[in-house]
């Protein structure tokens, strides 16, 4: 249902290819994506640099700049993000967190936590098991394009996980898509470790959700710096 709403926004506002795309992964398509836990309460293995940049709760006047159509020959990740970051800010899911510059919105990613937990289900289906009330899920890192290569992802994502252990977080928890192994391996050097491997398949617009163990041989391909598309 949530699929076909964001299927007709698409429609609607004429980006077809984002829609084709998500017809073509809805057909037939694995997804694979890592899970990553850290103890939040222990100091980042890595070093990176932290800019200037506020965190807090994101507020309503802020969403329009996640959620605004680009222009419809613009990449089609870009208006797919923004039809998901349109979906879970509308959805009441809590807590969004906003990074800023300037007073300015660049970044936005949830920190959520098992107070979530119903809509977490509802929202994502199975993707996500129900969170205990130790933990906290770090999910939909989006930087505005003008804004990227400035370190503005690093800087937030520190404060989010120092925000999770002031919150009494003992294990931080990420799903990064193998698609995107630079992320993958931006978490492993920060010091989070893998503890499952998640495959959301769709074989004829029916979505089937399947945990496994660590794959050492995937987490070593990443590590490697391959690249690993989706499985389609
Ligand atoms: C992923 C994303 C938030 C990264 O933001 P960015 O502005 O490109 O990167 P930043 O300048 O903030 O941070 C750069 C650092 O993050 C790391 N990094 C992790 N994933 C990255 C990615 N996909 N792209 C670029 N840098 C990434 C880099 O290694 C770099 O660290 P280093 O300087 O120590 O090597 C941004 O590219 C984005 O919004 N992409 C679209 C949405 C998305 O794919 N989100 C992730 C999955 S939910």
Redesign the pocket.
């Known amino acids: 249902m949530h699929g076909l709403r964001k299927g007709l926004w698409l429609l609607r506002k004429g980006h077809y290819r984002p829609l084709l795309r998500r017809l073509r992964l809805r057909a037939w398509s694995d997804t694979v994506s890592l899970g990553l836990d850290y103890d939040p309460r222990g100091q980042p293995a890595l070093r990176?640099p932290r800019i200037p940049v506020d965190v807090r709760p994101i507020r309503p006047p802020e969403i329009l700049a996640f959620i605004e159509l680009p222009p419809t020959g613009a990449p089609r990740t870009e208006a797919l993000?923004r039809t998901n970051a349109r979906h879970l800010l509308e959805s009441g899911l809590q807590t969004c967190y906003v990074g800023l510059i300037d007073d300015e919105p660049v970044y936005m990613q949830f920190l959520i936590t098992a107070n979530q937990n119903e809509r977490l289900s509802k929202l994502f289906d199975a993707r996500f098991p129900p969170l205990a009330d130790d933990e906290a899920l770090l999910e939909?890192?989006?930087?505005l394009p003008e804004?990227?290569?400035?370190?503005?992802?690093?800087t937030v994502l520190l404060r989010l996980i120092e925000l999770a252990a002031e919150q009494g977080a003992r294990r931080v928890i990420a799903y990064?898509?193998v698609e995107?192994a630079?992320?993958i391996?931006?978490f492993l050097r920060l010091g989070f470790a893998p503890f499952c491997v998640r495959t959301e398949k769709w074989r004829l617009l029916v979505r089937r959700i399947e945990f496994q163990p660590v794959d050492s041989d995937l987490v070593e391909r990443v590590s490697r710096r391959e690249e690993l598309g989706a499985v389609t």
């Open positions: 990176t993000t939909f890192a989006f930087t804004h990227r290569a400035r370190h503005v992802m690093p990064p898509s995107n630079r992320f391996r931006f």
